[in-house]
């Protein structure tokens, strides 16, 4: 066990999980459509979200790591079949090669484990898939604007339902997108033909997870290998994995001075890091760095939650938080809405919790903003945003400085 008790040993374990996402680096995996490929196959899944006062979490967690990135890339990649959607610990585009991977959960789904709904309806689903096979692709929209009564077909919600059941089982994929509107197809003309499709066992699954986990994350917990699956036979496999791979010393566990335990490839903390620069970047709340709300705060002592979900009166920071990082440590976040018919992007409040530390000095000051008005152009160019405003910022003696460095971008 080594033990992590001096700051500039805990820098390190930052950088090497920093790294690991690819947010050290200014161009880690390529750019364009091939770099957000290499960055999907690297990272194992993009977590896809709804929710859109900023640049939607899946595109918004590729701008943040491949240079000349557009939105209109995922989808070519899903329509080529160098992804697929389906669920890792939640929505998700995943590597194509990895789709073996999703079977356990389909083949669960199909013998009765409930994802989302309780009941079927067996008939309708056959049903569906008769209509699919025979007139093709089907967008859940296409229920909802057929006018012609088959069977229950002019009760959309149960026909939704028997679609996206059908997904989650297996039976069809996602083939492309339009927008937010998936189009559904049968499996077997969606998948390439050469992927393999062998369920795997849970032994198989366990070292896929366990040497996904470590290539993008650096150093995890045994908890994070898993997280939120609650697939028993994977996790007891995990276990058992670990153990022997500490007991054959190719990995190795670190202690922090909270007592939390990570586990690292044997000889990661002596091998030679990158330099963390002074880009600060903006990221998604749904980004794979701090999904692991738990991780993030033993690891960077960064205590975040997305407060969307939580009653306004009780909000921190506001709506749709966005993480700040900058030199290799979370320092504030943003509460922000892009605002697309007028181009104007809306920061309704910026925090920097380190500036409100009597001991920080003028100097530290003006970087930390400095860095964080750098930063906006590019994101503000993505948001498809041409002017931005600040309504508050804490600390409050930070609010003209930084209003003052927003007068002088240039977009």
């Given at each position: 066990?080594i033990v992590?008790?001096q700051?500039?040993?805990?820098a ?10 690819g947010?050290l680096?200014t ?17 194992g ?13 899946h595109?918004?967690v590729?701008?943040?790591?491949v ?21 890792s ?10 789709y ?16 989302w ?16 096979t025979i007139d093709?692709p089907?967008?859940s929209?296409?229920l909802?604007?057929?006018?012609v009564?088959?069977?229950l ?7 939704k339902k028997?679609?996206?059941q ?13 927008g937010?509107q998936?189009s ?7 998948l ?5 499709t062998?369920?795997?066992?849970a032994?198989?699954?366990?070292v ?5 986990q ?7 917990s045994?908890k ?8 028993l ?11 022997q ?10 202690e922090l001075?909270?007592?939390?335990v990570?586990?690292v490839e ?6 030679r890091l ?7 970047q ?25 407060e969307?979900y ?5 909000r921190q920071y506001?709506y ?5 990082l900058?030199?290799?440590?979370f320092?504030?976040r943003?509460d922000?809405k892009a605002?697309?018919?007028d181009?104007?992007?809306?920061i ?16 530290d000051?003006?970087e ?8 906006l152009?590019?994101?503000?160019r993505?948001?498809q ?8 910022a804490?600390?409050?003696?930070i609010?003209?400085k930084?209003?003052n460095e927003l ?5």
């Amino acid at each position: 066990m080594i033990v992590i008790k001096q700051p500039r040993r805990l820098a390190r374990l930052r950088r090497l999980a920093l790294s690991a996402q690819g947010l050290l680096q200014t161009n880690a995996f390529g750019q364009g459509r091939v770099g957000a490929l290499n960055a999907i196959n690297h990272l194992g899944y993009v977590q896809i979200d709804t929710i859109s006062v900023v640049e939607r979490a899946h595109h918004h967690v590729l701008s943040a790591r491949v240079p000349n990135y557009y939105p209109q890339m995922l989808n070519e990649l899903l329509r080529s079949g160098d992804v697929f959607e389906y669920w890792s610990h939640a929505a998700a585009f995943l590597p194509i090669a990895d789709y073996r991977f999703s079977l356990p959960y389909k083949k669960a789904i199909k013998q009765g484990q409930v994802h989302w709904y309780k009941d079927t309806d067996a008939k309708l689903m056959s049903e569906l898939l008769a209509r699919i096979t025979i007139d093709g692709p089907l967008k859940s929209r296409d229920l909802e604007n057929d006018t012609v009564k088959r069977g229950l077909w002019w009760d959309c919600k149960p026909a939704k339902k028997a679609l996206e059941q059908l997904y989650m089982q297996g039976d069809l994929m996602v083939s492309h997108r339009q927008g937010f509107q998936k189009s559904y197809d049968l499996t077997e003309r969606v998948l390439p033909s050469h992927i393999n499709t062998n369920v795997p066992s849970a032994e198989e699954y366990a070292v896929h997870m366990l040497d996904q986990q470590l290539r993008c994350h650096g150093l995890i917990s045994l908890k994070g290998i898993t997280y939120l699956r609650k697939n028993l036979p994977l996790r007891h496999a995990v276990k058992q994995l670990v153990a022997q791979r500490l007991a054959d010393k190719t990995l190795e566990q670190v202690e922090l001075s909270n007592k939390d335990v990570f586990l690292v490839e044997a000889g990661a903390l002596e091998r030679r890091l990158l330099n963390v620069n002074k880009h600060m970047q903006i990221l998604s709340p749904f980004d794979n760095s701090v999904i692991q709300r738990d991780r993030l705060k033993s690891l960077f002592e960064y205590d975040y939650k997305i407060e969307c979900y939580v009653p306004a009166i009780k909000r921190q920071y506001g709506y749709f938080c966005l993480p700040l990082l900058y030199r290799a440590r979370f320092v504030g976040r943003i509460d922000c809405k892009a605002h697309r018919k007028d181009k104007h992007l809306e920061i309704k409040a910026l925090f920097f919790n380190e500036l409100a530390n009597p001991s920080v000095n003028n100097t530290d000051m003006d970087e930390l903003i400095h860095a964080f008005v750098a930063a906006l152009p590019n994101f503000m160019r993505f948001q498809q945003c041409h002017s931005v405003s600040l309504t508050k910022a804490f600390p409050e003696l930070i609010m003209q400085k930084v209003r003052n460095e927003l007068k002088q971008l240039e977009l």
